[in-house]
């Protein structure tokens, strides 16, 4: 019997000595380097593309405001065809990509989601233009603007959301973050930006380029 013990624990040791040789230890977090499947980084994802790709997109694309709201003529998706860009193909949000110059007139920062309202130059019309200020941005008007950047790239529905917290979070860094908000009011301001049609009275910009006159 002691005999049996002895032949068994003698396999194991020499399992645990041959399966040793087999085994890679790796460390926590760089799982990655040995499956090849490396985490996803929204932040490294877009800060490669912004400069060198998603701007000089966005600047040849924008519409000047003034105009596309005269041409417009109150409904903001009859130039959808022209300007706009859906977020899935013919459906979705609808965005477009403008530029502009205004003078500021008023800034909210009582929510997370700030904005200032601009007297646009060129136009006395009815619709409200605002231009958002952060910390927090509605929508993601300038990830669907971005015609190299399209869902089906993405591994899920997680990531393409992280994609434009990630384009808001570079735009609040590089460009809002810059700005002095106390005395902006009263200022003019050049613009470049996006903005999804959600209302026909009043639109939204994220900015992507913004100038303090």
Same mark, same amino acid.
């Given at each position: 019997?002691?005999?049996?013990?002895?032949?068994?624990?003698i !396999?194991?040791?020499?399992m645990a000595?041959?399966?040793? $040789?087999?085994?890679?230890?790796?460390?926590?977090?760089?799982?990655?380097d040995?499956?090849?499947?490396v985490?996803?980084n !929204?932040?490294?994802?877009?800060a490669g593309?912004?400069?060198?790709?998603?701007?000089?997109?966005?600047?040849?694309? !924008?519409v000047?405001?003034?105009?596309?709201?005269?041409?417009?003529n109150g409904?903001?998706k009859?130039?959808a065809?022209?300007?706009?860009?859906?977020?899935?193909?013919?459906?979705?949000e609808?965005?477009?990509?403008?530029?502009?110059? $205004?003078q500021?007139?008023?800034?909210?920062?009582?929510?997370?989601?700030?904005?200032?309202?601009?007297?646009l130059?060129?136009?006395?019309?009815p619709v409200v233009?605002?231009?958002?200020?952060?910390?927090?941005?509605?929508?993601?008007?300038?990830?669907?603007?971005?015609?190299?950047i399209?869902?089906?790239?993405?591994?899920?529905q997680?990531?393409?959301?992280?994609?434009?917290?990630?384009?808001?979070?570079?735009?609040?860094?590089e460009?809002?973050?810059k700005?002095?908000?106390?005395?902006?009011?009263?200022?003019?301001?050049?613009f470049?930006g996006?903005?999804?049609?959600?209302?026909?009275?009043e639109i939204?910009i994220?900015?992507?380029?913004?100038?303090?006159?």
């Amino acid at each position: 019997m002691k005999k049996r013990v002895l032949i068994v624990l003698i !396999a194991c040791l020499l399992m645990a000595f041959f399966m040793t $040789g087999c085994v890679k230890v790796v460390q926590i977090g760089h799982e990655g380097d040995l499956t090849g499947d490396v985490a996803f980084n !929204a932040a490294d994802n877009v800060a490669g593309i912004w400069q060198t790709k998603a701007i000089p997109e966005l600047e040849k694309k !924008a519409v000047d405001l003034s105009g596309f709201l005269k041409d417009s003529n109150g409904d903001l998706k009859s130039l959808a065809g022209k300007y706009g860009k859906y977020s899935m193909g013919d459906k979705g949000e609808l965005s477009y990509v403008v530029k502009g110059k $205004g003078q500021v007139t008023a800034v909210n920062r009582e929510k997370k989601a700030g904005f200032m309202t601009l007297k646009l130059d060129g136009y006395d019309g009815p619709v409200v233009v605002q231009l958002q200020i952060g910390s927090v941005y509605k929508g993601s008007a300038v990830r669907d603007s971005l015609t190299f950047i399209k869902y089906e790239d993405y591994k899920n529905q997680v990531d393409w959301a992280k994609i434009s917290q990630s384009i808001h979070d570079i735009i609040n860094s590089e460009l809002i973050a810059k700005q002095d908000l106390d005395t902006i009011q009263g200022k003019s301001v050049s613009f470049v930006g996006c903005f999804s049609v959600n209302n026909q009275k009043e639109i939204l910009i994220t900015p992507v380029e913004l100038t303090v006159q």
